[in-house]
């Protein structure tokens, strides 16, 4: 870390953004059992220590090093590979191998721990890592909800062939994930689904077609869309396939990487377009419920989109905190300025909303995995609504974090541009905004998740020992919202579908921080809830000053 009493830019490089953040420890307290906390703290002290340390220059240097496609071999052997950079690879051996990050929610033992690891802990390891690198999540999120589609929907002899490869730790041998869905006429809507199967005189197998977006294209399985011969047109006639990239003999599997795409964001992965010309590949599941089976992985990589549009928070924050604390100028601190405070409090916000709905939802996808039926219609809602807003809550806390860095925040030197850039992807992959506020309603509609909804956190405002007032707002609001996302999912009910999302999400999350201040003791996370409903949710004057309304803070 700089010296800043001596130097004037302050430089929060070197700080463990584990044992700096004291918020996360309250919440970990409150969420996790203390046995499994104590087990965990040392590794999430290291990994706290390296995100804010070496994993930030890896990132850094992978960020202005991006992968490259080699078609050939020096000798002109036709194999294709791509080249990454020596930071990122290492960065990969971190994640993959010494956390365990994709592989912790399918092994009997990871990180010391006996016994299958709850989700929690998978997510606040990736809230950690992705504060210094998002890209590789991408990799690492796509490994883990494949492994969980094939566990799911896989014959049992595809399950115990490939799954060894896919849940070891041992860095030489592990194998990674990918999915390859996206075709050029086919994003949103997959119905739309060209690539053909078809089966060769051996009862293989074989796809042909164009996949336009392919993230980690090299990756050792990837789960891919499909339509068989003579199958009906639409969504009914789309199948599921594992695709190996290499074949039993050794040799490639009979697609090619046509091209990288030149990224805004994530540049220390690579995504590319892929051409499958007769590649052997395995049905997974059955026929026709490609779609289904794919919602499976899709939904898993979208609630890691969610946390990782926390973690970026978190980043942006923390470093905005930071600075705003050892920068002087006026001959004061920028912490002591009231604008300042405003403006660090506007970022506070939305990060720390994200936070509680990132434990929210992983405790719901604990109960729903672990056969609480009542659990699974409150997943299936949670996991759209945290992606839609904290991925798009993620572009701006980004961009307004840069500011309080002033000039240095727009110099790549930092990690700024790089968190803004990023940021920026969560809201189109796996589903754009639109396309995720509208699984919000088909999750009302198709799964009836708003009673699931209303009555877990209905139960955790009943718990929170807040002030009556607050808690009526708190119940009143989250009673609209409801009555909002019902009117969406009517016919012709489209249009309010991200207002409706928004709402749920701004409730649910001031109820959950409500309901953590007051059983963790902290005033500072129920005031956050107050700010999340008078700031997101309640309509405001802006020609009056903003008030906390009477009878709000009286706890009786
Ligand atoms: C860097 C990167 C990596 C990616 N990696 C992968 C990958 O590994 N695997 C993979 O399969 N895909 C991947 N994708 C593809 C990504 O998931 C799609 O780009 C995304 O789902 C949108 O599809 P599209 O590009 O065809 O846009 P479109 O579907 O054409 O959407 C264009 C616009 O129309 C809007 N729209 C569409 N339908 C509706 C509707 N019903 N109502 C209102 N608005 C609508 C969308 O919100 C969007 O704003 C990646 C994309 C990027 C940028």
């Not at 990994?47 to 991006?66: F, I, K, Q, Y």
């Not at 001959?331 to 660090?344: N, T």
């Not at 701006?396 to 000039?407: F, N, P, S």
């Amino acid at each position: 870390m700089a010296d800043t009493a001596a130097h004037p830019v302050p430089d929060r490089h070197g700080q463990n953004l584990f044992s700096t953040d004291t918020e996360l420890q309250r919440l970990l307290a409150l969420y996790l059992p203390p046995d499994l906390l104590a087990h965990m703290q040392p590794h999430f002290e290291r990994l706290g220590g390296l995100a804010g340390g070496l994993l930030d220059e890896l990132a850094g240097t992978a960020d202005r090093n991006p992968p490259t496609l080699a078609h050939r071999t020096r000798t002109g052997l036709d194999r294709q590979e791509i080249v990454k950079h020596p930071a990122y690879v290492q960065m990969e051996r971190l994640a993959l191998s010494e956390f365990g990050l994709a592989a912790i929610s399918h092994r009997d033992e990871t990180l010391g721990w006996k016994g299958k690891m709850p989700p929690l802990v998978k997510y606040v390891l990736t809230f950690l890592f992705v504060q210094a690198e998002f890209g590789l999540c991408c990799p690492v999120s796509m490994t883990d909800s494949l492994t969980r589609t094939l566990k799911k929907f896989g014959s049992p002899e595809l399950v115990a062939r490939f799954l060894p490869r896919l849940t070891t730790l041992d860095f030489d041998t592990l194998a990674q994930g990918a999915m390859f869905m996206t075709e050029q006429a086919a994003g949103s809507d997959i119905a739309a689904t060209q690539t053909r199967a078809t089966q060769d005189a051996a009862g293989q197998w074989r796809l042909t077609g164009d996949k336009w977006f392919c993230s980690n294209p090299d990756a050792d399985f990837a789960m891919v869309l499909a339509r068989p011969e003579g199958a009906p047109a639409g969504m009914k006639g789309v199948s599921l396939f594992l695709l190996p990239r290499t074949l039993e003999d050794g040799s490639a599997n009979h697609y090619r990487i046509i091209r990288l795409k030149d990224k805004l964001g994530t540049r220390s992965m690579a995504s590319g377009e892929i051409r499958l010309e007769g590649a052997v590949a395995y049905l997974v599941g059955e026929p026709g419920r490609g779609f289904v089976q794919m919602a499976d992985m899709v939904n898993n990589s979208r609630l890691s989109n969610g946390v990782r549009a926390a973690g970026l928070m978190r980043r942006a924050v923390a470093e905005a905190e930071f600075i705003a604390s050892e920068r002087r100028a006026f001959g004061k601190r920028l912490a002591d300025m009231p604008l300042m405070q405003r403006q660090l409090q506007k970022l506070r916000l939305p990060a720390e909303q994200a936070r509680s709905m990132v434990f929210q939802t992983a405790l719901a996808l604990a109960r729903s995995d672990g056969g609480d039926a009542a659990a699974y219609p409150l997943l299936r809602i949670l996991t759209p609504l945290i992606k839609f807003r904290a991925c798009r809550d993620a572009r701006k806390v980004t961009g307004d974090a840069m500011e309080v860095r002033g000039g240095c925040g727009y110099i790549e030197e930092w990690a700024d541009p790089r968190l803004v850039r990023d940021a920026h992807l969560g809201s189109i992959w796996e589903g754009t905004s639109n396309i995720v506020a509208l699984d919000v309603i088909r999750a009302v509609t198709r799964e009836n998740s708003l009673p699931a909804l209303e009555a877990h956190f209905g139960a955790l405002l009943a718990e929170a020992e807040i002030a009556p007032a607050f808690a009526a707002a708190l119940r009143d609001a989250l009673g609209r919202a409801s009555a909002l996302a019902r009117q969406a999912a009517q016919e012709g009910g489209d249009l309010l579908a991200r207002q409706a999302a928004s709402a749920l999400y701004h409730c649910c999350s001031a109820i959950a921080m409500a309901w953590e201040g007051a059983r963790t003791g902290s005033a500072q996370r129920v005031q956050w809830a107050q700010g999340v409903l008078l700031h997101r949710v309640l309509p405001r004057d802006p020609l009056s000053a903003d008030a906390v309304p009477a009878g709000w803070n009286t706890a009786s």
